[in-house]
Structure formats: C-alpha cells, structure tokens
C-alpha cells in the first residue's frame, strides 16, 4: 500500500514538472521567435509561462541552455513532419520532391515561431551560442537538403556532374524561394493560399532549369556552325 502510494506521488510529480518545463518551452518558442535569442526576456517568458524566474532556472540552467532545448525541439518538429514517406504514390521524383518542400512550407506557415527561430540558426552571429548554432545550422541543412540528395541518387546525373556542388546549388536556390515567400506572408504582404500557387510554380519551374539547363543546345550548335 505504502509503494502504491509513493509510486502515484512520484508520477504526479513527474506529471507536473513534465507541465511546468513545457510550458515554459511554450513561452520561449513565442518570445524567441519574436525576439530573436539576444532581445528575449526571461521575464517575459516567465510571466507568459506563468511560473517564478526560480523555476525557470530550476529546469534550465541558463538562457543559453533554454534556446538550445527551443532550437531542438523546432528542429525535431520539423524532422517529425518531414520523416513520412513523401515519394509514395507520387507519378515522378520530381513531384516528391516539389511535395516535400510544399510539406515544409506548410509547416512554417503554421508555425511561424518555428520558422523564425530556426532562421535564426541558419544566420545567428551571437558569440555566446556559436558553437551550438554551428552544429544545429549542419543539422538543419541536412534535413532541409534531405528531399534533394534523395531525388539526386534516384536520378541520372551528366558525366562530369559534382553531386555535392549541385545539391548546394540547388538547396540554396530552394531556401531563397521558400524564404521570400515565407517573409512576405509574415509581413501579409500576400495570402498564405497565394503563397503556396506562386512557390509551386517557381520551385517547380526553378528546378527544370536547374535540371535541364538554360542554354538551348541547338542554339548553341547554330551559333557555333556561323
């Protein structure tokens, strides 16, 4: 009876400090996403939270330590959304490809806390956090990159082609898009729905000149025959 009963305190107080730490990850999400790591405030999350500045630094030893765990779980949402198998049932890899930036769009639009935290991963400068952003920018462009680096071992790529090269390339050209898009519904610049028509169009069409070229070859012949 005695273990019993201690076994239930025991899980309610895990129960408890589960609630506390994720409302706390909650608060941070929104003051960071607004903020960026440097303008954030601790009060304002605790306040958000609802919990005492103690209790914040019970759970996390630092801000620093609390941005990491926020960076972490951006990233794990993300990978979670992504990880389904995007080729099935898809009439070419192109198209699965085309989906699986449409799926990560679709992500940031509802989650835009995500989308400026983890854009703020890809272009902190802050000293203090530099040698973790570093390591979540390489993680996060693995992820990101992982659509194409999978579309590019399915396909078949020129003689003389540099596979990394042109991952990079066009993993560049993907993240513009998507960014100029994304910014410009966070600033209601344009609706999310118009949003999703233009970067289809452009993605797809960006690819196909990626992927065949801009030079027309027979031009090029006619040009060389003058």
Same mark, same amino acid.
């Given at each position: 009876?005695?273990?019993?009963?201690?076994?239930?305190?025991?899980?309610?107080?895990?129960? %408890?400090?589960?609630?506390?730490?994720?409302?706390i990850?909650?608060?941070?999400?929104?003051? !960071?996403?607004?903020?960026?790591?440097?303008g954030?405030?601790?009060?304002?999350?605790? =306040?958000?939270?609802?919990?005492?500045?103690?209790?914040? *630094?019970?759970? !996390?030893?630092?801000?620093?330590?609390? !941005?990491?765990?926020?960076?972490?779980?951006?990233? @794990?949402?993300?990978?979670n959304?992504?990880?389904?198998?995007?080729?099935?049932?898809?009439?070419?890899?192109?198209?699965?490809?085309?989906?699986f930036? =449409?799926?990560?769009?679709?992500? !940031?639009l509802?989650?835009?806390?995500? *989308?400026?935290?983890?854009?703020?991963?890809?272009?902190?400068?802050?000293?203090?956090?530099?040698?973790?952003?570093?390591?979540k920018? %390489? %993680? *996060?462009?693995e992820?990101v990159?992982?659509? /194409?680096? $999978?579309?590019?071992s399915r396909? #078949?790529?020129?003689?003389?082609?540099?596979?990394? $090269?042109? /991952?990079?390339?066009?993993?560049?050209?993907?993240?513009?898009? #998507?960014?100029? *898009?994304?910014?410009? +519904?966070?600033? @209601? #610049?344009?609706s999310?729905?118009?949003?999703? =028509?233009i970067?289809?169009?452009?993605?797809?069409a960006?690819?196909? +000149?990626v992927?065949?070229?801009? $030079?027309?070859? #027979?031009?090029?012949?006619?040009?060389?025959?003058r």
């Open positions: 009876m005695e273990e019993s009963m201690v076994y239930t305190k025991q899980a309610k107080e895990s129960a %408890k400090n589960s609630d506390s730490r994720d409302r990850i909650e608060a941070s999400f929104q003051e !960071f996403g607004r903020h960026g790591y440097e954030a405030s601790t009060n304002q999350i605790c =306040q958000a939270a609802g919990i005492s500045k103690g209790l914040l *630094y019970h759970y !996390f030893k630092s801000k620093e330590n609390l !941005f990491f765990s926020v960076c972490d779980r951006c990233i @794990q949402d993300l990978e959304v992504l990880a389904k198998d995007w080729f099935e049932g898809k009439k070419s890899d192109l198209d699965a490809l085309l989906f930036y =449409q799926k990560q769009a679709e992500f !940031f509802s989650h835009p806390d995500h *989308y400026h935290i983890l854009t703020q991963i890809l272009n902190s400068s802050c000293e203090s956090v530099e040698s973790y952003v570093s390591e920018q %390489k %993680k *996060y462009r992820q990159g992982l659509a /194409l680096r $999978l579309f590019l396909s #078949q790529i020129r003689a003389g082609v540099d596979k990394e $090269l042109a /991952l990079e390339i066009m993993l560049e050209m993907v993240s513009n898009l #998507q960014n100029r *898009y994304l910014d410009s +519904i966070h600033r @209601q #610049q344009i999310p729905i118009m949003a999703q =028509q970067l289809e169009k452009n993605l797809r960006s690819l196909n +000149i992927l065949n070229g801009i $030079l027309d070859p #027979q031009g090029k012949e006619r040009h060389d025959n």
